[in-house]
């Protein structure tokens, strides 16, 4: 099964960090340049990508619409779906990266016996997805105090909300709760959901078990192996790192080089998955394009003025016998052309 590898993927690299830190002189390896090779492939990937999407050729205007444009004056235009101003496509952009809006309205459709079409809502799909991507953000925020002396106060007002439902000691954070929820259902939608099920592959599955790995290793060092860790030392190791100038202590616990190594691994696959969403979505034509084609010409600005247009019937001029040949129609037989001649 295609989510068996991905299982099987990060258990092995759990082994990995957890054998591998326990051996004398490897815990600088995992803890200090794993992560420094992590940050480099993950800051240069990520710039690449985007300056590749930046260099590709847009030479159509194809923003996507998805409601009434712009016309007549006394026709509603629907100026989200279908924007014509700068204005409303930063609008549109907010709502997409902030809210996730056309997930919001998304529809689910099926084909019964009859046959009858029928349409639901996919509320819950918008629903756990905002909840896993919020989730996540307010965890790594949460995770700055690491690299931040002293702590900011809005960082802790953060924590402090993230925190309003305390349940024990030490606190419960609810993104925590959250993110685990989120994962286990965009993970069991592509189980159960034959549909997506068959479209899925390994780089849709790995991600997720690998982010679900980092999360449940910080919550065992959290709530159920604290006696393994040394938050000061930890500190003291990443603001070293900021600093570069970081000092490893024998404090730190085999399940805190294990949590730190899977953050490397997602950190290095980052630019080269369709994790890469998060800077794709600003260069998507569709999406960053004003609607505005029937007010303004859209020019080509890849075309190369070397190159004349070739009509079609240029072009079956130039290829009308190896199309006669071909048995393909054309618009002007062989022998009227020769006839002409």
């Known amino acids: 099964m295609k989510y068996a590898f991905s299982f099987l993927a990060v258990i092995a690299l759990i082994l990995?960090?957890?054998?591998?830190?326990q051996i004398p002189g490897m815990q600088y390896f995992f803890g200090v340049a794993i992560p420094y090779l992590a940050i480099m492939l993950f800051v240069g990937g990520f710039v690449y990508r985007v300056m590749q999407w930046a260099k590709s050729p847009v030479p159509f205007s194809i923003p996507?619409?998805?409601?009434?444009?712009a016309s007549l004056d006394f026709i509603k235009q629907d100026k989200l779906d279908c924007p014509t101003k700068t204005s409303e496509v930063v609008a549109r952009m907010f709502l997409e990266i902030f809210l996730f809006r056309s997930l919001f309205r998304n529809t689910k459709s099926e084909i019964h016996n009859g046959p009858k079409v029928t349409y639901e809502s996919s509320k819950w799909l918008w629903l756990f997805g905002l909840l896993f991507h919020y989730s996540f953000l307010l965890i790594v925020i949460r995770h700055m105090r690491l690299f931040i002396d002293p702590i900011p106060f809005w960082l802790s007002a953060i924590e402090s909300v993230d925190s309003m439902l305390q349940i024990g000691a030490?606190?419960?954070?609810?993104?925590?709760?959250?993110?685990?929820?989120?994962?286990a259902l965009l993970f069991g939608?592509?189980?159960?959901n034959r549909h997506v099920r068959y479209i899925s592959l390994?780089?849709?599955?790995?991600?997720?078990?690998?982010?679900?790995a980092i999360a449940l290793t910080g919550i065992l060092m959290r709530y159920f192996l604290r006696n393994?860790?040394?938050i000061i030392t930890i500190k003291t190791l990443a603001m070293g790192l900021v600093t570069f100038s970081p000092v490893i202590s024998a404090k730190i616990g085999a399940i805190f080089y294990i949590h730190l190594f899977l953050v490397s691994i997602l950190l290095a696959y980052f630019p080269f998955s369709k994790l890469m969403h998060m800077g794709g979505v600003f260069m998507s034509p569709t999406r960053n394009m004003a609607n505005d084609s029937r007010a303004k010409r859209h020019i080509?600005?890849?075309?190369?003025?070397e190159i004349k247009p070739h009509s079609y019937a240029g072009y079956e001029d130039e290829?009308?016998?190896?199309?006669?040949?071909?048995g393909i129609p054309v618009e002007k037989e062989l022998s009227a052309v020769q006839d002409e001649a």
Not at 319 to 326: K, L, Q, S
């Open 16 to 21: 990995i960090a957890g054998l591998g830190s």
């Open 64 to 69: 996507t619409t998805c409601g009434q444009g």
């Open 170 to 183: 030490p606190t419960l954070y609810l993104s925590s709760v959250t993110l685990l929820g989120g994962i």
């Open 189 to 192: 939608r592509r189980l159960v």
């Open 202 to 212: 390994n780089n849709d599955y790995f991600p997720l078990v690998l982010i679900f």
């Open 228 to 230: 393994n860790i040394d």
């Open 300 to 305: 080509n600005p890849w075309n190369d003025p």
């Open 319 to 326: 290829f009308r016998e190896f199309m006669v040949d071909a």
